[in-house]
């Protein structure tokens, strides 16, 4: 059973806009606040935003406030994340996974038998002219 399905990703102008959909089982939403991660090839793992169902905490990393928008249709299950404002820096594999949002920052939530996280396969944002 995927718990994460991730889509919206592709190729972009710089200054362009994408929105990245990520459709989570009820679990996930019931139990964990839903962050936005991205990594590009060779770099670290970042965690770009968040959003949490219960009390709408949100979180934004300073690399992309005020460009991105994370919003959530309960409905629907669904996590957007809205970016405006492409830059080719933000070009990476974008997915969403279950994470915690405290102290100003994002964790993404792993376990034994998911090292790498409660995560989805990801979307591709390439962002270049």
């Known amino acids: 059973q995927l718990q994460f399905v991730e889509s919206g990703g592709g190729l972009v102008q710089p200054g362009g806009s994408l929105r990245l959909s990520c459709v989570a089982s009820?679990?996930?939403?019931?139990?964990?606040?839903i962050g936005w991660f991205r990594q590009a090839p060779g770099k670290e793992r970042e965690g770009v935003s968040g959003i949490s169902k219960y009390d709408g905490t949100t979180y934004y990393s300073q690399f992309v406030k005020g460009r991105f928008t994370v919003s959530l249709d309960i409905a629907k299950n669904t996590v957007y994340l809205q970016m405006n404002s492409l830059k080719p820096e933000d070009t990476a594999l974008y997915y969403c996974?279950?994470?915690?949002?405290?102290?100003?920052?994002?964790?993404?939530?792993?376990?034994?038998?998911?090292?790498?996280?409660?995560r989805g396969q990801g979307t591709q944002v390439t962002v270049s002219s």
């Open positions: 009820k679990y996930m939403l019931d139990n964990f606040a």
């Open positions: 996974a279950a994470a915690y949002i405290r102290d100003n920052t994002i964790v993404i939530v792993v376990t034994p038998d998911e090292p790498s996280g409660l």
